[in-house]
């Protein structure tokens, strides 16, 4: 999923609960079928358009180490001002309580596989 086609989702009336943003290298076994938004390591987020997370719940994954990368995104999407953040990097993890954090470790781990 690209932020274009969030955007257009969210003009169409349709909004997912969560959104995953993966920031990194993309997991090799992963295809463009997943429903994420990828931050590739070419990628400037102080330059991309993060408003159709506006309210949204929002997981970041760091997929190998790009803590750069990283912490561009994370200031890029709270200036989108989404409902929560939640982090799973190589420095830790931060979610919503301890069994969200229990869940995102366990998908952050089968991430980066």
């Known amino acids: 999923m690209s932020l274009q086609h969030l955007t257009a ?3 169409g009336g349709k909004a997912p609960r969560t959104i995953w943003i993966l ?3 993309s997991p090799k076994w992963m295809d463009d079928n997943h429903q994420y938004i990828q931050i590739l390591p070419s990628d400037k987020p102080q330059h ?3 408003r159709s997370l506006v309210s949204l719940n929002v997981v970041i994954f760091e997929i ?3 803590e750069s ?4 995104t994370i200031k890029a999407i709270e200036i989108a001002k989404p409902k929560e953040i939640s ?3 190589n420095a830790g ?3 919503f309580g301890d069994r969200h954090e229990d869940v995102i470790t ?5 991430l980066c596989q």
């Open 9 to 11: 989702m969210r003009m």
């Open 23 to 25: 920031v990194g290298d």
């Open 48 to 50: 991309m358009d993060f």
């Open 64 to 66: 190998g180490k790009h």
């Open 69 to 72: 990368l990283l912490s561009q």
């Open 87 to 89: 982090i799973a990097c």
């Open 93 to 95: 993890v931060v979610g």
């Open 106 to 110: 366990k998908a952050w781990r089968l």
